[in-house]
């Protein structure tokens, strides 16, 4: 999804300050864009963010190669997949950095060169708004990310300075290939479990990034994408049930609305 957004940036005419920890893929995307808009402005940054000293160094990197930052969006994140009794604490913590620390600290070195009517997007999700079960660490991140946006958003509004926050549905990225799945799991099982989660995700990415530049323009507070986040949302707000029920519920009543479209 960073991907599209980087790309809807560049459309609009913005200069780019892209962060990855994949210098080739990063390297890639940012050749890309410049071949597709000539003259267009792209510097590139590479940084594991689960590690604090680099995403300070990225930060001092960040402000060192700009003077004013219109839009902020910390769109870094990873999955971890598995029961509490069964995810190790280190890899508990690697969520929380990436999802979460590292977004509050970017936050925090660069909010000073925010100008009024800048804007921050924080990328939370749909499990942001309810915790199913195997989702502890994944949940918690983005749920923190959800709150510290929301109070943030409250102290910033007298300086100008919106804030959205985004709960994307089942997006279609690389991020359930790329999830560590906890346990003591075989490689087929893991692979399984891989697959299962990566049929969920069902939404183009190109189409929850230009929702999200809109967001942006209009200056929206909060952003749920797809319907598969959006059911849930509302269920679980009027009516409070287990995770399990509405999660079948709501692939149900997607699957409806799809077959409608078609």
Request: hydrophobic letters at 45%; a positive charge.
């Amino acid at each position: 999804m960073g991907e599209h957004l980087a790309r809807g940036l560049a459309e609009r005419g913005s200069a780019l300050l892209l962060v990855d920890r994949d210098a080739a893929k990063l390297d890639g995307v940012a050749s890309s864009i410049r071949s597709t808009f000539p003259g267009s402005s792209v510097r590139t940054f590479v940084a594991d963010l689960s590690e604090r000293d680099a995403v300070e160094r990225v930060a001092a990197d960040l402000l060192a190669g700009t003077e004013r930052i219109d839009l902020l969006i910390n769109n870094a994140g990873v999955a971890l997949a598995g029961r509490f009794d069964q995810i190790s604490m280190d890899d508990f913590d690697w969520v929380l950095a990436i999802n979460f620390h590292a977004p509050v600290l970017l936050t925090h070195h660069l909010l000073p060169r925010i100008t009024p009517g800048g804007h921050i997007v924080n990328v939370s999700s749909l499990f942001g708004l309810v915790g199913p079960a195997g989702q502890t660490a994944y949940s918690s991140s983005k749920f923190a990310l959800r709150g510290f946006s929301e109070a943030l958003r409250n102290e910033l509004l007298p300086r100008g300075i919106g804030i959205t926050s985004v709960h994307p549905g089942g997006i279609r990225t690389g991020i359930a290939l790329n999830a560590r799945i906890g346990g003591n799991l075989s490689d087929v099982d893991v692979k399984k479990a891989k697959d299962e989660f990566n049929k969920l995700l069902i939404f183009p990415a190109d189409k929850a990034a230009e929702l999200m530049l809109e967001a942006v323009k209009t200056r929206k507070p909060r952003l749920l994408i797809g319907l598969s986040a959006k059911i849930p949302d509302v269920v679980a707000r009027v009516a409070p049930m287990s995770f399990g029920t509405l999660e079948r519920r709501a692939t149900k009543l997607a699957r409806m609305a799809r077959k409608i479209r078609r």
